[in-house]
């Protein structure tokens, strides 16, 4: 067993380890909730320490705590914000509710290492005390939500480039697929011919529509409740520490941020969070749908729609060989689901509120976080290494493009839809193709024959003649 160090807190006296930067309630929290392993996302405490930083400023400036303390916690706050003390957060997220245990946990790693700043030892709280100083004028029930907000709003900027370039990379196969002429599908079934670069363009704007989902979703969490203390009434807080502590959280994370119009509000409601974690979820929806569009059109090679390969990344079958799977746009599938399935906990954990307070706050945060990271980190993944390498089979599209029964569509102008109708039905039963039917029937001239299906005509609006 490592060396001890004795500590005490309201409920007695624990041990916790002799160079732990955390403390006893943190390491009654370690025995309290073995649950998952899983700690929590840096994002969550990088925001925490902002937050810490920005009340620490705050207060002193206000004069509710020393400058010696303040300067402290605000160079221990700001050594979190870097990363430094990571190894120091050791709660699991799923623990007690409101996030007590992981706010405690930040106030007594930053509580000791103010102390170790100023030349007292870990574990002595005479300088600096995690509660009297470090949490002057806070309460858990405005600094979680608080840090839970601006960790999406942190975390959220690091999602919206990797959207971009996968919009971007749809683009650009738009572009380099514009000229081949392919297949429409309806119900799975053919339809009239479009171009390949169309159906890829189209990706390119789905991406970006969630996108501005996201963002507009992102901008209800900047509304702040810090300073609202334990209620929302800004008890045992400076009449002007609101205001400063979110300007302050403001400047320091770089966001904008605006106190809540009011504060019991910004206690009492976390729709803000299930409205962020919707708009990733139709972000979900979409890369889903479009992985699934992705594995039919690559499907094959030989027995498939074969219009499309993707990159061959690493070999599919354990007993067939030379078999290639779509391996990348199946993990885009499996994410989505994840994050389909995370949406259901935020949701159901935003409609628990009770009275003045939701207490189920830890379960929203790892959700949402745990959303943006995978998404963020599949996409990137999906794109440069999936989207960015796609080419077309030009000769298989071509064919189906001919082939698709639902060619007579462009003949209804000139024939009407029940001569055309009847053709569709011969082309089926004797697999003659819809122009030689056309001709052999004198229907229409070749000259005309060739207009009709010339691939401008066919895939952009026109009127016939």
């Not at 403390?23 to 700690?39: D, L, V, W």
Request: aromatic residues 6%; proline residues 5%; neutral net charge.
């Amino acid at each position: 067993m490592p060396p001890t160090r004795k500590e005490k807190d309201s409920l007695g006296e624990i041990q916790v380890p002799e160079a732990a930067y955390y403390g006893a309630q943190t390491a009654r929290a370690i025995r309290n909730f073995p649950i998952s392993g899983i700690r929590s996302n840096p994002a969550l405490i990088r925001a925490i320490a902002m937050v810490k930083r920005a009340a620490a400023e705050a207060n002193r400036d206000l004069g509710a705590v020393s400058p010696e303390r303040a300067d402290a916690i605000i160079q221990a706050a700001q050594e979190v914000m870097e990363g430094k003390w990571d190894s120091e957060f050791v709660v699991d997220v799923f623990q007690a509710g409101a996030g007590v245990s992981f706010h405690m946990n930040a106030n007594e790693v930053i509580a000791n290492r103010a102390n170790e700043l100023l030349g007292a030892p870990l574990g002595s709280y005479q300088r600096v005390h995690p509660n009297d100083h470090v949490n002057y004028g806070q309460s858990t029930n405005d600094v979680f939500p608080t840090a839970m907000r601006l960790a999406a709003l942190l975390a959220l900027e690091t999602l919206y480039p990797v959207l971009g370039g996968l919009a971007a990379s749809f683009d650009a196969k738009g572009a380099e697929f514009h000229h081949i002429l392919k297949s429409g599908r309806t119900h799975m079934q053919d339809a009239v011919p479009m171009r390949l670069g169309q159906e890829f363009s189209a990706y390119a704007v789905a991406v970006r529509k969630s996108s501005l989902s996201i963002a507009r979703a992102a901008g209800t969490l900047r509304e702040l409740g810090l300073g609202g203390s334990a209620v929302g009434t800004g008890i045992n807080t400076h009449p002007d520490y609101r205001a400063k502590a979110v300007a302050n959280l403001a400047r320091i994370s770089g966001q904008q941020l605006t106190p809540a119009e009011d504060m019991r509000w910004a206690m009492q409601s976390n729709a803000c969070m299930a409205e962020v974690s919707s708009a990733l979820r139709g972000l979900a929806l979409e890369v889903i749908r479009i992985s699934n569009d992705l594995r039919l059109l690559s499907s094959g090679p030989n027995t498939g729609f074969a219009e499309i390969q993707l990159p061959g990344l690493q070999p599919g079958s354990s007993i067939m060989p030379g078999k290639i799977n779509p391996v990348l746009a199946e993990l885009a599938a499996m994410v989505g689901f994840q994050v389909i399935g995370n949406d259901t906990a935020v949701a159901f954990a935003v409609q628990a509120g009770q009275l003045e307070l939701n207490v189920m706050m830890p379960a929203m945060a790892y959700n949402v976080l745990q959303s943006i990271t995978i998404l963020r980190n599949m996409l990137a993944q999906f794109d440069q290494r999936c989207v960015a390498g796609i080419t077309a089979n030009q000769a298989r599209c071509e064919l189906y493009a001919q082939s698709t029964v639902s060619l007579a569509t462009a003949l209804n102008p000139y024939i009407g839809y029940a001569r055309a109708a009847e053709i569709v039905k011969e082309s089926v039963a004797t697999g003659r193709s819809i122009v030689a039917i056309a001709l052999e029937k004198k229907l229409l001239t070749p000259e005309q024959v060739a207009e009709i299906l010339d691939p401008v005509r066919m895939t952009e609006p026109q009127y016939p003649a």
